[in-house]
Every structure is written in structure tokens, then in C-alpha cells.
């Protein structure tokens, strides 16, 4: 099946130029590529149900006899409407079609097919409107539905799929060493690669998922297992003595022992070890990462090496620099920010005192990554808030050094066995306290009547000095009933606010203007942000005390989780307000959710639970090879894939085997897109 990863979707009949363009979207650019475009689901032609028991609402399929020929007439628009009468032994249905000029030709009086689709309701009697339809005998048992594109049906998926099928070698090859696919009850590739687009019953469609599932799972284990092991290549970037309570002395608290727990496991890393420390810090937010990430560059720089420290944003970094530079400059540590407002000259001085190692640490944006960025001797990259950097900005980073140690941080958490799987390369510490005094975050959900209270409540604590947060979906205005920033903006300013400094931030800004409004927000010259989610990541405001959320109801849990991270940072009590008049079930469970805790793990898990993987899962966030068919929130598939990872490392010479060949080549393609280098 190799070659046909070599050859282009356009050898297909019928795919033409324009339309491989479209497969393209898909991600579809070879044959190969196309058999691996799994379906998104099927249409089931093997259970038809009687008429009278077709569920209103429920996709199902009938067999049925075509009563008397289809009519077509012209409806308002010009459009054309063609209905019929079809039955069986137990009722009546209609069938409706909309502006198809064949249809009274393709269906004929008196004859049966299967008939499938979504059953509504006419005038009382049961109706499918543009059912899909074949002939009894000939016609499709189960059928793929693919995820189309606009401009490619499914049904021309299929099509260009038969072909492909056709293509493959009698027997494909198969990756997976023999003794596994037995002792895991897996069915081979050859079999699992045909049934997966058609299968002849439910039963072959099972066992083609089965193995398809397992298969990807396994490939991402060993994978992630693989770029670990890349990742343990020596250092020669020795660490010889730990400097983190000596640093630690140098701060106006005491760490918490979860932060002492977490620096040490770090620094044990370094110290007693010739790989690369490679870290992830997993603490919700407010629970003082940072901190931990400053003892750590300390550490290292005592040891006589460099430091990069990288934000996603200029305000984050700038925060992270005043912070830091004020405790460190005193201690002779030699720090310097680099965002992209410094000026060429400054900047120039700048790298040119980073090459000569003149500077011990520097802290940034992704600024730090650019070309002509050269240390001296970069013995620990950190990237904050990791989640918003891909794989590759992140190994650009690390790239600046000749195998410095590394340290990613993230906010967001990940249930523990997921993690395990996401950041399989990584080794991962936990913070799991906050510092002292922290008080949870009272959070109410409130529907839009309770509004106008709620700015009394808000004002009463911006007239105590203190700050708020008010939080819009959208930045510009919009037809639907959503909040835009712009304009509660200027409600708010003019109306529900006058007398009060009301800010705008957005990420429409540019980076200068951000900036200035963030500032003016820290230095307190503004009361109350009105602000998109780009508040969303690690400022901190200590004496922002409320957090209000309008159309709460169009935001992630965890990403809710994250803006209320915003608030509740210091000796104040603190609120969150969550305004929706959303009636969905889901959706009230979750906000409901939202109330009752304030448990940043606990809120990642009935996030998965509700909406799935999707959100830590992003290719781009976690720099994971996309899943085509596997669900990774699919505990117990992601179990016996382990397993199976287990024993093939066990092997002699593990994945390195001769049996294992097929499944390395596979591995470096699922993997060609993350970042893979120097893997083989
Ligand atoms: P995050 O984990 O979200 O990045 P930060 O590192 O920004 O959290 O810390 C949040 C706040 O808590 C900061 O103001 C920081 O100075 C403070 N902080 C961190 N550790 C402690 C501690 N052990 N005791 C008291 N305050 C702390
Ligand atoms: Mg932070």
C-alpha cells in the first residue's frame, strides 16, 4: 500500500485538477492518503424497519413499493417539488424531493428499494425528504458517508474510493506484526482497509474499526515513546549544584511544598542525569508556575549557563520581566526582555550581548526564535503557556542551544491518563496547591434580566478601588444576539459606566495598543476591561476582583476555567458572573458545573466527557498527529494500545526489530507533520 502514497488523487478517473484542489482541503493528496479518509459515518441499508415503527426524527431506512409515479410541480421560486407515495405492510410514507428533474424517471411505480433517510412528518403522515434510495437487490448493504467539502459530495467521495480499493494489492501489507494482531484479536490491514469504506454488515464494519482504532493508537504510543527517546540523546549542559533555595529566599513568600516538590523533580533532572531534562508543569492557574520556572533559570544560570524564558504574549512577557528582572537584577543575574516593540538598535545591542553571553537571561515572545537570536550557551529553554505554541516553535527553541534542558508549563489540565498520551514525550510535574490565602472564585450563572444588578454589584467594587473584568464572544457586531466588544464597549462607556474608566481590549489591536490598554489595566487607570479572551492567558491582576462573562454559553469549559483564572489572585473575595440564557441541557450543566467548582481537573474532566477531546487534542495546540478514526478520549482502546506499545518495547531490539518495519514507516508518516526530525 506504500506506492500509493506516491501516487496522486489525479490518477483517479474522474478527479480532475479542480476537484483534487478539493480534495486537497480534505487533506486528501494522494491514494493512499484518500483510503485513509475514513467515513464520518454510514447509512445502514441492513435494518429496514417497518413504516409504522419509523421513529419521527431518526435517521432510518425503509423497504418499500413506490405506490404511483412521482409528481413534479413548480413551487414558489421557481422551485421544482416532486412528492410520491410509498408502502409497505405496515403504513404509508411520502417522499419528498426538491428540484431534482430526474427523479420521476429513476423511480419507478410498483417497484421496491430501500429507501434512507430522516423521517419528519407531513400532514400526519410519515415523510423523508430527499432520501437517498437503491434498488432491493443490487443497491449498497451499508454505505460510507463521507465528511464532504463544499463542491465534493460524499457520494463523489465514494466513487473516487471504489477506485482506490481497486488500486491495492491483492494482499496488503501488513505493519503489525502477526503475533500481536492474534493476541490482541485484531483483524489485518488488507481486510480492515476495504471494510472500513464498505463493509457487507455491521459486524466486518466492527472489527474493520477495531483494528483502524488500534492501529492509529498504537502508532501515536510508540511514537511519542520514540520521540522521548530522541529527546534522552546526552547533553554536555551539566548541572552542578542546586541554586532554587537560595533563589527562593530571594522572594517575598515562601514557596508552597507543591512548588517545592515540582522544583526539585526538576532539578533532579539536571543534576543527576547526562539527557536533557524535557518537562512538562501542569499547575492550574495561580498556582505559581512561574515562580518554579525563575528557580529553575537561576539554578542553571549559577551553573554558568544561559536562560530563554518564552511567553505567547508581549503583556505576559513583559509581566514575567518586570517581576523577575526586580528580584534577580540584585542578585547579579543579568536579565533583558525581547518582544518585537524593542527598537532595530536596541535590539542589535541586545543579541549582540546575548552571543557574548552578557546576558543570563532572557525572557520574550516568540521573538526569542527568530533567526539571528544566538546564545552563547543555552543551557534551559522555558516556554510558558505552552499550549499556545506549536511543536515546532517550541523545538525552534530549543534549537538555540546545543540540547539545553527544557521546561514547557501549561494551565491547562489535562485528566492524568490523557496526559500521559499528549505529552508522551514529555515527563510531566504537577502543582496541586495554591499558594496560601488564595480564595476560590464565587461564580454565579445569571440570566441577561439580572444584568443591571449585576453592574450595581460592579460598581460598588470599582468605587471600593477595586477592578473588573467583562468579557465579550465577539469583537465586532453581529446579526445574531451575541455580545460584541466593540459595542458593550461604548454602552458601557457612555451609559452604564459614565464616570467610570472603562478600557477596550481586543485582538483586533495592534500589538502597541494591547499593550497600552493591558498597562493601563495593571497600573489601575482603568476600572473595568471590556475584553475578548485574549485576557485569556497568565496576566496577572491582582486587584481585579470581578469577572463577568456574557453568552457564557459559547465558551469551552476549560476555556471559562481560564478567564476565571483572571480573578481571584488576590486578598480580595472574588466573583465571576456567567450571563447566558441558554436553555440546552448540556450547556446548563456545564455552567451549573462551572459554579460548584472551582477544580481545574475536575472541570477538564466533564469537559472531555461533554465535548469530547477535541479541545487538548488540537493538532496545533499539542503538536499531536492527527487521529483520523481513533477517539482519544476511547479509554479502553487507548489501554490495549498501551499494552501493546509495552510488549513491542519489550521485544530485543524493540521497535528497532526487523518484524517491526512496517510499523516504523508508518510511525514516520503519521508523524511527518509534527515535527519528527531525527526520528527513523
Ligand atoms: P501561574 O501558575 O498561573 O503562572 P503565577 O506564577 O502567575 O501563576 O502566580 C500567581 C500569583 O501568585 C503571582 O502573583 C505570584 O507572585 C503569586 N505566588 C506564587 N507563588 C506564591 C507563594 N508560594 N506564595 C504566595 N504567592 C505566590
Ligand atoms: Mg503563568
Not at 491582582?542 to 480573578?567: D, T
Amino acid at each position: 500500500m506504500a506506492s500509493l502514497f506516491e501516487k496522486k488523487i489525479e490518477t483517479l478517473w474522474g478527479v480532475g485538477e479542480k476537484r483534487a484542489k478539493l480534495f486537497n482541503r480534505l487533506g486528501v493528496f494522494t491514494v493512499g492518503e484518500l483510503l485513509r479518509f475514513y467515513p464520518r459515518t454510514y447509512e445502514d441499508y441492513t435494518n429496514p424497519v417497518d413504516i409504522s415503527s419509523a421513529q419521527y426524527g431518526e435517521y432510518c431506512c425503509v423497504r418499500a413499493v413506490l405506490e404511483s409515479p412521482v409528481v413534479t410541480s413548480r413551487i414558489s421560486g421557481g422551485r421544482l417539488i416532486s412528492r410520491g407515495r410509498i408502502f409497505d405492510e405496515s403504513g404509508f410514507m411520502t417522499i419528498t424531493f426538491f428540484n431534482n428533474r430526474v427523479i420521476d424517471k429513476m423511480l419507478k411505480s410498483g417497484r421496491e428499494y430501500t429507501f434512507y433517510g430522516k423521517v419528519t412528518t407531513s400532514r400526519g403522515e410519515a415523510e423523508m425528504v430527499s432520501p437517498m434510495f437503491s434498488d432491493v437487490e443490487t443497491g449498497h448493504r451499508i454505505r460510507p458517508v463521507y465528511p464532504a467539502t463544499a463542491g465534493l459530495s460524499s457520494v463523489q467521495i465514494e466513487s473516487a474510493m471504489s477506485q482506490a480499493i481497486k488500486l491495492l494489492p491483492q494482499e496488503v501489507k501488513e505493519p503489525i506484526p502477526d503475533w500481536i494482531l492474534e493476541r490482541y484479536d485484531i483483524e489485518g490491514l488488507n481486510f480492515a482497509i476495504r471494510k472500513i469504506h464498505f463493509p457487507d454488515n455491521a459486524d466486518e464494519l466492527k472489527k474493520a474499526r477495531k483494528r483502524l482504532v488500534f492501529e492509529e493508537l498504537l502508532l501515536l504510543s510508540l511514537g511519542l515513546r520514540r520521540l522521548k527517546s530522541i529527546k534522552r540523546e546526552e547533553t554536555s549542559i551539566t548541572i552542578k549544584k542546586d541554586y532554587s533555595s537560595e533563589f527562593y529566599s530571594l522572594l517575598p513568600f515562601k514557596p508552597t511544598d507543591a512548588q517545592l516538590k515540582v522544583t526539585s523533580e526538576c532539578v533532579n533532572d539536571m543534576i543527576n542525569s547526562t539527557s536533557p531534562m524535557n518537562r512538562l508543569i501542569q499547575g492550574d492557574v495561580g498556582s505559581g508556575k512561574t515562580a518554579v520556572a525563575a528557580a529553575l533559570c537561576y539554578t542553571v544560570i549559577k551553573n554558568g549557563w544561559q536562560a530563554a524564558f518564552m511567553a505567547p504574549t508581549e503583556i505576559l512577557a513583559q509581566q514575567h520581566y518586570e517581576a523577575l528582572s526586580k528580584i534577580l537584577d540584585g542578585a547579579g543575574v543579568r536579565t533583558e526582555l525581547l518582544i518585537g516593540s524593542v527598537t532595530a538598535a536596541n535590539k542589535r545591542k541586545l543579541l549582540d550581548r546575548l552571543a557574548k553571553g552578557e546576558i543570563d537571561l532572557l525572557i520574550g515572545t516568540n521573538a526569542i526564535i527568530s533567526d539571528g537570536v544566538e546564545f552563547k550557551a543555552l543551557g534551559l529553554a522555558v516556554t510558558d503557556e505552552q499550549h499556545r505554541f506549536g511543536v515546532r516553535q517550541r523545538a525552534k527553541l530549543i534549537s538555540k542551544g546545543n540540547k539545553p534542558h527544557t521546561l514547557v508549563m501549561s494551565a491547562t489540565p489535562i485528566p492524568r491518563t490523557l496526559a500521559l498520551i499528549v505529552y508522551g514525550d514529555l515527563d510531566i510535574s504537577i502543582i496541586d496547591e495554591f499558594p496560601p490565602g488564595r480564595q476560590s472564585v464565587s461564580t454565579f450563572l445569571i440570566g441577561s434580566k439580572k444584568r443591571l444588578s449585576m453592574y450595581g454589584f460592579i460598581k460598588d467594587h470599582l468605587d471600593k478601588g477595586l477592578q473588573a473584568y467583562i468579557i465579550c464572544p465577539t469583537v465586532e457586531e453581529n446579526e445574531l444576539n451575541i455580545a460584541s466588544a466593540n459595542e458593550y464597549f461604548e454602552k458601557m462607556r457612555s451609559e452604564e459606566f459614565k464616570g467610570y474608566k472603562v478600557g477596550l481590549l481586543h485582538g483586533k489591536l495592534k500589538a502597541k495598543e494591547k499593550d497600552a490598554v493591558m498597562r493601563d489595566f495593571v497600573d489601575g487607570k482603568i476600572q473595568l476591561l471590556v475584553a475578548t479572551t485574549v485576557v485569556e492567558v497568565g496576566v496577572d491582576v491582582p486587584n481585579a476582583a470581578i469577572m463577568a462573562v456574557e453568552n457564557a454559553e459559547r465558551f469551552g469549559f476549560s476555556q471559562l476555567h481560564q478567564l476565571r483564572g483572571r480573578v481571584g489572585r488576590g486578598k480580595e473575595k472574588s466573583y465571576c458572573f456567567l450571563i447566558s440564557d441558554a436553555h440546552g441541557e448540556e450547556t446548563l450543566k456545564r455552567l451549573k458545573t462551572m459554579c460548584r467548582t472551582n477544580n481545574g481537573f475536575e472541570i477538564a474532566d466533564m469537559d472531555l466527557k461533554l465535548r469530547g477531546p477535541g479541545d487538548f487534542f488540537g493538532s496545533r495546540q499539542h503538536g499531536l498527529p492527527e487521529m483520523h478514526i481513533a477517539d482519544l478520549a476511547d479509554m479502553d482502546s487507548l489501554c490495549l494500545a498501551q499494552c501493546a506499545a509495552d510488549e513491542i518495547e519489550r521485544l530485543p531490539n524493540g521497535l528497532d526489530s526487523i518484524e517491526c518495519r512496517g510499523l516504523r514507516a508508518e510511525i514516520l508518516r503519521l508523524f511527518s507533520n509534527v515535527g519528527s526530525e531525527g526520528m527513523n
